[in-house]
């Protein structure tokens, strides 16, 4: 595997999105719960994309306890990427953009610009052409990997 999804989800649509990503990756992706994170998982990765749904203007508190766990590993060299899913109103935030800098202050190079996808109200579902969204995201970024 070269490609690692991250992510936390309160009513499974970052999951979906994280799930959706991988899939379209192919077989050298894979997405897992942070709940289920090991340091072992970061061996032979070559990407790193960590997503969140928002929470109080900022990534979730299991994300941001991820996060400040990278910062004692020595990731110089990985590349990575970050996205969130919010509702769609200029009140809400930017998880991704908060993930994306915490990841660069782990040492990662950032690869994508941080991105959104917008659910319906608080719980989702996702908005119609999300998924499309994370495709053409997903093609800026693989060919920096």
């Given at each position: 595997m070269e490609v690692l999804i991250i992510f936390d989800s309160n009513f499974g649509n970052t999951k979906k999105?994280?799930?959706h990503i991988a899939n379209k990756i192919g077989i050298n992706a894979s997405s897992k719960s942070v709940n289920d994170f090991k340091e072992s998982d970061l061996q032979g990765i070559k990407l790193l994309i960590?997503?969140?749904p928002i929470?109080?203007?900022k990534p979730t508190e299991k994300i941001t306890r991820f996060l400040n766990r990278l910062k004692s590993?020595?990731?110089t060299g990985l590349k990575g990427a970050a996205f969130d899913t919010r509702v769609k109103s200029f009140l809400s935030g930017n998880a991704a953009k908060?993930?994306?800098?915490e990841l660069e202050n782990s040492g990662v190079n950032i690869i994508g610009s941080p991105i959104g996808f917008y659910v319906k109200g608080n719980e989702g579902p996702l908005l119609e052409g999300e998924f499309k969204k994370a495709d053409d995201w997903i093609q800026l970024i693989i060919p920096k990997i």
């Open positions: 999105i994280a799930d960590v997503g969140s929470n109080a203007w590993l020595k990731l908060k993930i994306s800098r």
